[in-house]
């Protein structure tokens, strides 16, 4: 991971965790909004499109994951 990116937890969120499925020790709250949720298809998670287009991001976890920080910075530059 690198340096100028840091790994955190908000313990103190009363949503904490917010993703039941998720390890607490993988749970990176920087992630709370997804960062990639506007490139579309191109963000690489799990999630569908509503019958109104709207993305429906209810069952990913690629940003949530610690080990995936690097790759998810990557792609907003």
């Known amino acids: 991971m690198s340096e100028h990116y840091k790994f955190f937890q908000n313990k103190e969120c009363e949503y904490f965790p917010c993703h039941k499925t998720e390890k607490t020790e993988d749970f990176n ?12 298809a191109q963000c690489g998670g799990n999630f569908t499109y509503t019958e109104k287009g709207i993305k429906n991001c209810t069952n990913c976890m690629f940003p949530h994951k610690r080990e995936n920080y690097e790759k998810v910075i990557q792609k907003l530059i």
């Not at 709250?29 to 579309?40: E, I, R, T």
């Open 29 to 40: 709250c920087l992630f709370c909004f997804c960062p990639l949720y506007a490139k579309g």
